[in-house]
């Protein structure tokens, strides 16, 4: 086999010289690792039938002590009907509206408005998404510990200044005191003394030191140091300094210190006493302790339980300290504080009314030059001569639209409104339960809304006065400037007789604009003041005239040509406030901030006309009904029928009836001053105009039910403008003569009629006149008189504003026939289906509630499938508009509050049954594909309607309280698993060409899934799951994978995933408890079937690993965000709840130790700082292998060796005894990639190592690498199990564990070390410094002298970090990227610590469980040399202060439990043991070197005991030996460290 394979090997190393063959070269070595691996799909394991399974086992649940987590909870899902909120104080809807109304559409849309939201809420839905939307937020601690570690200190310090870091943690006291300056007591004067800043602190080995500096910045070296191990006691010495006191020291010297107050002195003399009682009680403890062995065998055994108690004591003591002030592993995972919004729903909100940029328009002033007192007696205020009414609307000159109704303002002076005398003089006559109407006569502020803003849109103003005569002569006066007091008499003169004669009648006078927003985002234009008044121009009265004006509004040029009227129009615009009070719709009903009803402060809301079209629409929330009319032309200068019509004035009616004694209906919106509802209602009269032009806009409030009668009547008179004084009393009178009638009916083919009508005016109106239509109409009776030849005379325009009346002919028709749908065919009702595809996007949009609430409805009431197919044809086209204009929310907010599904009573149709069949007719492969992936993509709206429906079924039919196989039909059943059979095809076979829509088709269903575990038989539901499963393959492409992983990923998210999986034990006997359950440490078919959804999860997983590495990336990631859900539920936030939890991740081991041959130590290139002479770093800097599967499974046996112990470290000069752990570790990754490797292996290593593997293991297995974040997410799982899990199943599954397995184990624990072994300031400011790119690198580059080495670079910025504060907030005087690297480097040491301590916990309870094993021969078995290793690579790996701590003291208890291992037989572990202490002897921080000089001691004590007190040969030479080689490179710090050791017990032992 290995001949071929160097022949090919030769083969391609010559390829490599070709030129161009390069991608072919890739391609066929990608295929050749590509099938070297050979992947089998998993077999398809049946999932158990849930519910038998609780009926079965209902006993052994409900025994259960953790029971709640194993059942669903009670009342899961309900389904609450919310009332509806609405702006108003009182409904805007009629009160006999839904009586009155009769047709169907009318109905319906009324209903809508009054119904309330139907919701159905989840109890636990909070808990059904990613670990982000816990209602307990998963976030990392506010202040995380902040570890000091040797690596981060600085190689040319001789003092342990980072060490006071950790004296922080241990801060007793501080404060200033004056310090004499000598020992003796009796030299000491007043004069001698320096004041200092004390700190009183213990240090990590228990012992407490007093250090003084010259001012408070104590992060800098002390001036000197108090040891108060050397202290005998704290006496008061009032006889040199007031409120001094002395420390007295073994060798009878004394400091002498003194206080600022007597309060001081005591709390320091009390503070140093209580901590020198404590001291010296321990050391009592400690010495008992030492104590304990005699020389004589038989005195061993007499004192060996006392002793045990003794060390199991500080075990449990230890071990709660060790427990206080733990974190949770996935409290540090970066993984936590990413941004993820993918998995997150939409914030559904209901239905509300929602407007465009709001504005405010507050009408102050209309002024003009003329202006005199109006009062008889000439006393009073000077005002404006004579009337002037005002109305305000906006004009879009892009769109050439008028967008809003008119506001009609009368800014009058009381003393000119008395003018008009009582010619409007009308009592107002309020709605019913509105008293706001009684104070809505004279408006100043109006709200104006726009959808669209941009600058080129104008607030207009027309200006119109009492009827006098031509514009030109009544506008002369008031475009003159001199001798205005004699004109404004005149004028006066003339409008008080006009108020008096023709105050009804209005003329045009004058006109202004203004525009209104600076930009296209809605900024309002606040400076921005009205033009001039311009002069009105009877010819250029139209809307279009208009736009032309404001056209050229900007130019100066031609604004300057028109006739200007001297007067001044002050009317501000300024933004709107959210809680805007006292303000009333343009119904006139007030809004709830109703603080009072003063006249003067009501603010009435404009009505917009919204663009038609879709993205500018919302569906209709509240009933409005409104018609606006607006005249455009009457030609008469034809007319021969009447001799004078010239003063024409426009008189508008709304009838119901044509008969001779019909009324007028008081339905048209009033002006200013008068009633808000009158009967009829004039437009502006031009005076002498035969074909006068109108631009009145009058607004129409319809009733509820429209009819074929219902008709706007016009009137036209001829107003006599002159008062013929001399003719007789009847001809003065006579102001207004009958000129023409013309009517319009409103109803065309049961629609509205809208836009532009020329209709023919008529000269007399007999009854029943709307059965005449034209001149051609006879009628038997009276004759219609037609005006000039009955040619159509007078241009009207419509518009209509109502949400219950549409002008879409397809919309109207389909529910007209469904109004009248008995006896009809259903081929009639499919054509009025399809007539629906051609409805417009907007009219759709408007009515979305009403239109899909009667599409559901025919679903169920029709008997035939090919009505049913092509109704959900028409929602797949209305959820398709809606997403294509970005409306989707109004779909999401309709299927939340709105639908409200029925079961049919005639034939027990439900809309998810029926809606589960149609869809199913669709994706056939034979039906539309367009209209199939229109499904595909929109999925979701159907499968929520499904879920909607399905609730309301059990909740309506009482059928959620029955067992979940009877709750839904057979037939149902079938439905559900058909769809989910003909969607998978389109699923996987689509994806390349349809990636949008089958993704999202892949998501709706996995959410569709999740969702039926809350309704459906859940046995069933695993069915289905097991089927979508089936649908993929090993070979598939990276997006199925993604599918599959997306899919597994929310169905695992439901929120009662635990009991879905049921942590129970499954035995044959009746009962079983949980402590006899036999734990499943591989993914068995048992396994599989009983806890089906998370053995499901983690075949696959396993599966995936075999895959690239984007497909492995994905796999992991699911895996570990839902142990990180699963780790941060409050309700299973208990230690045994989490116990019980991950037994259902045990099999995480197996997966481990299937691919440890795959795991890879990114061991990043150290700062030349690091390598020193204590050798803690060498593994650094020390070649690696690659090692490829042994025949066993488990590691290579030479290289295991080195782990083992069996092969001596120090064999090779060039790999030393750290090298051990690179039997697991390699640099080499092959897909995967390290933290800052560029450079891949070559592809023909991963080849080569596979084939090997294949030959000795006799099995193809996957061999590349895994990249460090796989390797370290999936380590993370494997610490959160052992974290979580019980002592028992530690012990089960090391019971079971087969030695190969049991040593592998260890070996994943060394690798944990190693992946999160923390790396130092330095190396995380490279990786920061590396991953800011070109800007960072522009950054230095303006900073630094070009000729600064980059090593100088990494050391100033470390000297910044150090410098920096402890917390997260950033100092402003640092970048960014400083406050990140520090940031980053205190989370990775809290990772560090944390994984130290988990380990040290595990081998812990190892070691208490197998003392007997680990003691045989003597200790030196291959299992203890594997736990001896762990051991020593906590020591070889830098680690934090606080870890260290805890490792020392196990080590003492592992020294104390196995003796014979370290002073019997071999010596190699107690050399090995010996060197690694010494070198934490010679450690950078005190700390360390003095906790490592104690357990040196007890090391060499304990040889001392076990010898019978008669010697201790073995540990002296190998201390000895060691300290040779730690001292072959002597630094500042040895000679510190023989200062430590010679002084107390410590040094007496290791000098003897």
């Not at 509806?84 to 509206?97: G, N, V």
Request: glycine residues 4%; hydrophobic residues 35%; contains cysteine.
């Amino acid at each position: 086999m290995s001949t071929p394979a160097h022949a090919e090997t030769r083969r391609f190393t010559r390829g490599l010289s070709k030129p161009g063959t390069a991608a072919e070269l890739r391609q066929s070595v990608s295929e050749a690792v590509r099938g070297s691996v050979l992947v089998l799909k998993p077999r398809v394991v049946e999932p158990l039938d849930y519910e038998n399974v609780l009926v079965q086992r209902k006993t052994q649940i409900l025994s259960d002590g953790l029971r709640d987590m194993l059942q669903f909870p009670l009342e899961d899902f309900q389904v609450c009907t919310l009332p509806r909120q609405i702006r108003t104080l009182y409904p805007s809807i009629p009160a006999h509206a839904l009586r009155d109304a009769q047709s169907l559409f009318v109905q319906e849309c009324i209903k809508s408005y009054i119904s309330d939201w139907h919701v159905v809420s989840y109890r636990y839905e909070d808990y059904s998404g990613d670990f982000r939307q816990l209602p307990s937020k998963v976030s990392r601690p506010d202040h995380l510990p902040q570890h000091v570690f040797e690596v981060d200190e600085d190689v040319d310090k001789d003092e342990d200044t980072a060490s006071l870091g950790s004296q922080k943690g241990g801060l007793i006291k501080q404060g200033w005191l004056h310090k004499g300056n000598v020992n003796s007591a009796i030299s000491v004067t007043m004069r001698s003394f320096k004041r200092r800043y004390f700190q009183l602190s213990q240090l990590s080995d228990g012992s407490y030191n007093l250090n003084f500096y010259k001012d408070e910045k104590i992060n800098k070296e002390p001036k000197g140091t108090i040891f108060l191990d050397s202290c005998m006691g704290v006496v008061q010495n009032n006889r040199v300094r007031r409120f001094a006191f002395e420390l007295k020291m073994q060798d009878k010297s004394a400091y002498v210190l003194a206080a600022d107050s007597e309060g001081e002195m005591d709390e320091w003399i009390n503070t140093l006493n209580k901590i020198l009682n404590s001291s010296f009680e321990l050391a009592m403890q400690d010495k008992r302790n030492g104590d304990l062995h005699d020389d004589d065998e038989q005195s061993k055994s007499d004192h060996s339980s006392s002793s045990m108690d003794s060390f199991q004591s500080a075990k449990d003591i230890e071990s709660k300290m060790r427990n206080e002030t733990r974190l949770k592993l996935f409290t540090l995972d970066p993984e936590l504080q990413k941004l993820d919004f993918s998995g997150i729903e939409p914030d559904v909100k209901p239905f509300e009314e929602k407007f465009g940029k709001r504005i405010l328009v507050n009408c102050n002033d209309l002024s003009f030059n003329l202006q005199s007192c109006v009062a008889e007696n000439e006393e009073g205020p000077t005002t404006n001569v004579e009337p002037f009414f005002v109305s305000l609307s906006l004009f879009d000159i892009q769109s050439g639209r008028k967008i809003s109704s008119d506001f009609h303002v009368d800014m009058n002076h009381p003393s000119v409104k008395a003018l008009l005398g009582n010619s409007e003089a009308e009592t107002p006559q309020p709605r019913e339960n509105n008293p706001a109407e009684s104070a809505v006569h004279y408006p100043r502020q109006g709200v104006f809304s726009v959808t669209c803003p941009h600058p080129d849109i104008f607030l207009v103003a027309r200006i119109e006065k009492v009827l006098q005569g031509g514009i030109t002569h009544c506008a002369e006066p008031y475009m003159k400037s001199s001798d205005s007091a004699k004109a404004a008499q005149k004028v006066l003169k003339n409008a008080k007789m006009a108020c008096s004669r023709l105050g009804q009648y209005r003329m045009p006078f004058a006109w202004a604009a203004r525009a209104v927003f600076k930009d296209a985002s809605g900024t309002v234009d606040k400076s921005a003041r009205f033009s001039a008044l311009y002069r009105q121009d009877g010819n250029k009265l139209t809307n279009e005239d208009v736009f032309k004006l404001l056209a050229d509004f900007k130019k100066p040029e031609k604004m300057a040509k028109l006739p200007v009227i001297l007067g001044n129009l002050d009317v501000t615009v300024d933004n709107v406030a959210p809680d805007l009070p006292n303000c009333v719709t343009p119904s006139y009903f007030p809004l709830r901030q109703m603080d009072g009803l003063e006249r003067g402060r009501l603010v009435f809301e404009v009505e917009e006309f919204v663009p038609s079209i879709a993205k500018c629409s919302q569906p209709f929330t509240v009933y409005n009904n409104h018609l606006y009319v607006y005249p455009r032309q009457l030609k008469y200068d034809g007319q021969k029928t009447f001799t004078k019509a010239r003063n024409i004035a426009l008189c508008v009616e709304f009838r119901d009836s044509d008969e001779e004694d019909a009324l007028p209906l008081k339905c048209i919106y009033g002006r200013p001053g008068g009633p808000l509802f009158c009967k009829k209602a004039f437009a502006a009269v031009l005076h002498h105009q035969q074909n006068p032009e109108f631009y009145e806009e009058f607004k129409l409030e319809l009733p509820v039910q429209l009819t074929d009668r219902h008709h706007l009547l016009f009137t036209l008179f001829h107003i006599s403008c002159e008062s013929n004084s001399k003719g007789s009393t009847k001809r003065r009178e006579q102001v207004e003569t009958q000129v023409g009638y013309a009517w319009l009916p409103l109803l065309k083919d049961g629609r509205v009629i809208m836009n532009e009508q020329q209709v023919s005016v008529s000269a007399n109106l007999p009854s029943g006149y709307l059965s005449y239509q034209d001149n051609s109409s006879k009628q038997a009776g009276q004759e219609v008189k037609w005006v000039d030849g009955g040619r159509p005379l007078l241009k009207v325009f419509t518009q209509l504003v109502s949400t219950v009346y549409t002008q879409d002919q397809h919309l109207h028709n389909f529910f007209h026939h469904c109004e009248s749908l008995e006896g009809q065919s259903g081929g009639e009702l499919v054509k009025y289906l399809k007539s629906l595809l051609a409805m417009e996007a907007h009219v759709m949009v408007k009515f979305l509630p009403t239109l899909l609430n009667q599409l559901f409805r025919v679903l169920t009431s029709s008997g035939q499938d090919d009505v049913a197919v092509n109704v959900t044809r028409v929602m797949i086209h209305v959820v398709s508009q809606c997403h294509e204009e970005s409306l989707e929310h109004h779909l999401r907010s309709y299927v939340k509050y709105v639908l409200k599904t029925e079961t049919n009573l005639s034939n027990g149709k439900t809309v998810h049954e029926e809606l589960a069949k149609a869809m199913t007719a669709i994706l056939k492969p034979s039906t539309d594909f367009l209209t199939s992936n229109k499904l595909l993509k929109y999925s979701w709206y159907f499968f929520e309607v499904l879920v909607k429906s399905m609730a309301q079924f059990l909740i309506e039919t009482g059928r959620n309280k029955v067992s979940r196989n009877q709750r839904f039909s057979a037939s149902f059943y079938h439905s559900v698993e058909t769809l989910v059979t003909l969607l998978m095809p389109h699923i996987t076979q689509k994806c390349k060409d349809n990636l949008e829509a089958t993704r999202n088709a892949n998501h709706s269903l996995a959410v569709f899934i999740k969702r039926c575990f809350t309704f459906m038989d859940r046995g069933f539901v695993f069915k289905q799951i097991n089927n979508y499963i089936t649908c993929f393959t090993p070979g598939d492409s990276k997006t199925l994978y993604e599918f599959k992983f997306e899919f597994l990923k929310v169905v695992c998210n439901h929120e009662h995933y635990i009991p879905l999986n049921l942590p129970m034990p499954f035995g044959k006997g009746r009962i079983q408890r949980f402590q006899d359950l036999q734990l499943d440490y591989s993914l068995t078919d048992d396994f599989c079937k009983n806890h089906f959804v998370v053995g499901l999860l983690l075949r696959e997983v396993s599966a995936a690993v075999q895959e690239c590495r984007d497909i492995r990336q994905i796999s992991i990631a699911v895996l570990k965000n839902l142990m990180i859900k699963h780790a941060f539920d409050d309700r299973y936030c208990t230690k045994a709840q989490q116990a019980r939890l991950v037994t259902l991740y045990l099999s995480v081991f197996s997966l481990l130790l299937d691919n440890v041959h795959r795991f890879s130590i990114s061991t990043e290139a150290a700062p030349l700082s690091q390598i020193n002479s204590n050798g803690r770093d060498d593994h650094l800097m020390t070649p690696h292998k690659t090692v490829g599967s042994p025949a066993d499974g488990g590691l290579h046996k030479e290289l295991f060796g080195v782990i083992s112990g069996t092969v001596s470290p120090l064999s090779h000069s060039s790999v030393r005894h750290t090298d051990s752990r690179n039997s697991l570790i390699s640099t080499d990754s092959g897909n995967g990639q390290s933290e800052r490797s560029i450079d891949k292996p070559h592809p023909l290593d991963k080849c080569h190592t596979a084939a090997a593997a294949a030959v000795l293991a006799g099995s193809l297995l996957r061999s590349d690498k895994l990249d460090q974040s796989e390797v370290k997410s999936v380590l993370m799982c494997f610490l959160h199990v052992l974290k979580s899990m019980s002592e028992d199943a530690l012990f089960n599954y090391w019971n079971k564990a087969s030695p190969t397995d049991l040593m592998n184990f260890f070996s994943l624990l060394e690798v944990c070390l190693h992946q999160f072994r923390y790396m130092g300031k330095r190396q995380i400011a490279s990786r920061t410094l590396e991953g800011l790119g070109p800007v960072a690198h522009e950054r230095r580059s303006q900073t630094l002298p070009v000729s600064r080495s980059r090593t100088g670079a990494l050391h100033m910025r470390l000297q910044q970090l150090n410098s920096l504060d402890n917390s997260y907030t950033y100092n402003h005087t640092y970048s960014h990227s400083d406050a990140e690297v520090l940031n980053q480097c205190v989370m990775e040491g809290n990772i560090a610590t944390e994984v130290c301590l988990t380990v040290l916990d595990t081998l812990s309870i190892f070691i208490m469980g197998f003392k007997t094993q680990l003691s045989l021969d003597h200790g030196h078995n291959p299992l203890m040399k594997k736990v001896f290793q762990v051991h020593l690579c906590f020591l070889q790996i830098n680690q934090s202060e606080t870890a260290l701590k805890q490792v020392f003291t196990s080590l003492r208890t592992f020294i104390y439990k196995f003796p014979c291992t370290f002073f019997e037989g071999r010596a190699d572990m107690c050399a090995l043991f010996c060197y690694e202490i010494l070198k934490c002897c010679n450690s950078k921080l005190s700390s360390i070197r003095s906790d490592a000089a104690h357990l040196l001691y007890f090391l060499m004590k304990s040889n001392f005991d076990y010898t019978g007190r008669k010697s201790f040969v073995r540990t002296h030479l190998q201390v000895v030996g060691g300290n040779r080689r730690t001292r072959g490179k002597p630094t500042r710090r040895t000679s510190k460290l023989h200062t430590e050791m010679s002084t107390g017990s410590v040094g007496t032992c290791f000098l003897l």
